[in-house]
Nanobody, 124 residues
Framework: QVQLVESGGGSVQAGGSLRLSCAASGFPFSTWRMAWFRQVSGNEREGVAAVDSDGIPEYADSVKGRFTISRDNAKNTLYLQMNSLQPEDTGMYYC??????????????????WGQGTQVTVSS
């Protein structure tokens, strides 16, 4: 059974940093594509960053240069380091995964498994 448990969310002021973690279990973590999505209530889920099994990342334009996605295959854990946070980064952040191959790594329909989310709130 695939399980994804996010942690590390919280409230920060603009310009601050947070590090999200996702503890994964129930699947071969090192071989599956992983990603972070975020959603503001009522809006579509937005792909933030993805990393493939080779560790190659891809980022949404809105977070390039500020966010870093990484994975520790020995610990079955996914991370998202978020720097220079802005109010528009506020939202529920989800850890997601899927075993398939796709070019659409930042589209929500490319992911079958989702965690429960962790809230990030950035105040101005």
């Amino acid at each position: 059974q695939v399980q994804l448990v996010e942690s590390g969310g919280g409230s920060v002021q603009a310009g601050g940093s947070l590090r999200l973690s996702c503890a994964a279990s129930g699947f071969p973590f090192s071989t599956w594509r992983m990603a972070w999505f975020r959603q503001v209530s009522g809006n579509e889920r937005e792909g933030v960053a993805a990393v493939d099994s080779d560790g190659i990342p891809e980022y949404a334009d809105s977070v390039k240069g500020r966010f870093t996605i990484s994975r520790d295959n020995a610990k079955n854990t996914l991370y998202l380091q978020m720097n220079s946070l802005q109010p528009e980064d506020t939202g529920m952040y989800y850890c997601v995964t899927d075993p398939g191959r796709t070019a659409w790594v930042l589209r929500y329909w490319s992911y079958q498994y989702w965690g429960q989310g962790t809230q990030v709130t950035v105040s101005s």
